[in-house]
Nanobody
Framework: HVRLAESGGGLVQPGGSLRLSCVASGTIYSLVRMGWYRQAPGNERELVASIIISSGSTNYADSVKGRFTVSSDNAKNTVYLQMDSLKPEDTAVHYC???????????????WGQGTQVTVSR
């Protein structure tokens, strides 16, 4: 069984920064792709950033390019989202999603964390 746990959310003023962390635990053979999504009230969940673990290749939503950075620490099964120059429209629950192989010889499966609230306000 695989679990994802996010942390690092909170209240920050516009222009400020936050760093989110997502730790994968349980029976893990390898992380394939890790991503950060967010969902604001009344909106659909959207992709913010993702990283392919083996290559380090990253992908960002246009709305966060140049402000957010996704990275991974493979030894710790941890993915980070550094968020700078935060704007009120970044306010949302941020979720970690992992495409993970739990046991060798099994295919990858999707896992979600519980989410962490990010609020950008004066």
């Amino acid at each position: 069984h695989v679990r994802l746990a996010e942390s690092g959310g909170g209240l920050v003023q516009p222009g400020g920064s936050l760093r989110l962390s997502c730790v994968a635990s349980g029976t893990i053979y390898s992380l394939v792709r890790m991503g950060w999504y967010r969902q604001a009230p009344g909106n659909e969940r959207e992709l913010v950033a993702s990283i392919i673990i083996s290559s380090g290749s990253t992908n960002y939503a246009d709305s966060v390019k140049g402000r957010f950075t996704v990275s991974s620490d493979n030894a710790k099964n941890t993915v980070y989202l550094q968020m700078d120059s935060l704007k009120p429209e970044d306010t949302a629950v941020h979720y970690c999603k992992g495409v993970i192989i739990g046991r060798k010889k099994l295919g990858p499966a999707d896992y979600w964390g519980q989410g962490t609230q990010v609020t950008v306000s004066r």
